[in-house]
């Protein structure tokens, strides 16, 4: 079946630590996208990459890294500069740009530091 | 002014009634646009898109897009409990999604 697959569901960061979540999609779609949740907030864009070997910065892009070295995977490293870490992250992907079909999302991996 | 404005709710609907959600966006440029439905915990996932003005039926629910007013609706007809959750708007420009906050419903048996 296709889809996108997030991990860890669950993480716990300690203060001034890195963490990588994972994203791998077998859709054979271009784009890729990470989305910051927080409680009764709607969805932030952090980055995105439309293609392999390239990525933009999203609307809250600082205290996070990326990187697309390949068209399945989308790892993001949330970093100790990252003040406020505790959210939902929720990886999405989306062929033709997104413009007829939307995007598919994973099921997110929850962030906690601890 | 948000890029995406929703009623936050909660919008509390009995079961077999129509629940009425509203968006007004900001950017005329959007030419697309989605509604996610998302349960408590979990992801968003699709369940409508439109991209011409008027209405789009699929099953229980329409979507109404008036571009000129910058305004989307979605109707849920014949309300269930499964229907129970957040629904978030979203328009699409320059091939990124903007979501609203969303709108919470809860239908009562």
């Known amino acids: 079946d296709g889809g996108i697959t997030q991990s860890p569901k669950y993480l716990f960061r300690k203060e001034g630590q890195n963490v990588t979540l994972s994203c791998e999609q077998n859709l054979n779609h271009d784009a890729m996208y990470w989305y910051r949740q927080d409680p009764g907030q709607g969805l932030r864009l952090i980055y995105y990459s439309q293609i392999v070997n390239d990525f933009q910065k999203g609307d809250i892009a600082e205290g996070y890294s990326v990187s697309r070295e390949k068209k399945e995977s989308f790892p993001l490293t949330v970093t100790s500069a990252q003040k406020n870490p505790t959210a939902f992250y929720l990886c999405?992907?989306?062929?033709?740009?997104?413009?007829?079909?939307?995007?598919?999302f994973g099921s997110g991996t929850r962030l906690t530091v601890v | 002014q948000k890029e995406v404005e929703q009623n936050s709710g909660p919008l509390s609907v009995p079961e077999g009634a129509i629940a009425s959600l509203n968006c007004t966006y900001s950017d005329r440029v959007s030419q697309s646009f989605f509604w996610y439905r998302q349960y408590s915990g979990k992801s968003p996932e699709l369940i409508m898109s439109i991209y011409s003005n008027g209405d789009k039926e699929d099953g229980r629910f329409t979507a109404q897009l008036n571009k000129a007013s910058q305004y989307v609706s979605l109707l849920i007809r014949d309300s269930q409990p499964s229907d129970s959750a957040t629904y978030l708007c979203?328009?699409?420009?320059?091939?990124?999604?903007?979501f609203g906050a969303g709108t919470t419903v809860t239908v009562r048996a």
């Open positions: 999405a992907s989306s062929s033709a740009g997104g413009t007829n079909y939307g995007y598919t």
């Open positions: 979203a328009p699409l420009r320059d091939y990124k999604l903007s």
